[in-house]
């Protein structure tokens, strides 16, 4: 499966950076731009760049999108070089992706607190069944699926504002 949340991929590399690319992170970066080919440790192509921002270097793999560390990408004959085989990275991020989606899941429990997207208090999870993540908020309860949490740390965040959920459970809209 293809992620195209770049969040998540920037999480996977910021938080947990595997430790063969660790390892490389001591080489000097190499330039590289959207469309060039990353090769990986075996020669053969890891994937190609989609993006380049802010000292990271996003890379298609083909099967998932890796926001990498710039400083993550070495030179070889044959062009940019990650430390790691394709099959490596893919199964870095499936195994890193798991574990996030374990503690993810672990985290949506009844009684745990729930912070908006600018990191203000939500509410507290009331429930969670088939039915979504039940939140109750100071305004009143609402529904959200889980896939709209993520973990910023040990915080449990909600993919919404506070003043938007309770503008909305109010009856009114919130302008901005």
């Not at 890891?46 to 802010?54: F, K, N, R």
């Given at each position: 499966?293809?992620f195209?949340n770049?969040?998540?991929?920037?999480?996977l590399?910021?938080?947990?950076?595997?430790?063969?690319?660790?390892a490389q992170?001591?080489?000097p970066a190499?330039?590289?731009?959207?469309g060039?080919t990353?090769?990986?440790?075996?020669?053969q192509p890891?994937?190609?760049?989609?993006?380049?921002?802010?000292g990271?270097?996003?890379?298609?793999?083909?099967?998932?999108t890796?926001a990498?560390?710039?400083?993550a990408i070495?030179?070889?004959?044959k062009?940019?070089?990650?430390?790691l085989?394709?099959?490596?990275?893919?199964?870095q991020?499936?195994q890193?992706t798991?574990d996030?989606?374990a503690k993810?899941t672990a985290a949506l429990?009844?009684?745990?607190?729930?912070?908006?997207v600018?990191g203000?208090?939500?509410?507290t999870?009331?429930?969670v069944d088939?039915?979504?993540?039940v939140?109750?908020?100071?305004?009143?309860?609402?529904?959200l699926k889980?896939?709209h949490?993520?973990?910023q740390?040990?915080?449990?965040?909600?993919a919404?504002?506070?003043?938007?959920?309770?503008?909305?459970l109010?009856?009114?809209?919130?302008?901005?």
């Open positions: 499966m293809k195209s770049m969040a998540l991929a920037a999480a590399a910021f938080a947990a950076t595997p430790a063969a690319l660790m992170a001591a080489a190499v330039a590289v731009a959207a060039t990353i090769y990986g440790s075996d020669g890891v994937g190609t760049v989609t993006a380049v921002s802010d990271t270097v996003t890379i298609d793999t083909g099967a998932h890796a990498l560390p710039a400083n070495g030179k070889t004959d062009g940019p070089t990650v430390g085989t394709k099959a490596e990275l893919d199964s991020i499936e890193m798991a996030q989606t993810l429990v009844a009684g745990a607190a729930v912070a908006d600018d203000a208090a939500l509410g999870i009331k429930s088939e039915n979504g993540v939140v109750e908020s100071a305004s009143g309860a609402f529904t889980p896939e949490f993520s973990l740390g040990d915080k449990l965040t909600a919404v504002r506070a003043a938007d959920v309770a503008a909305q109010s009856g009114g809209s919130k302008e901005g």
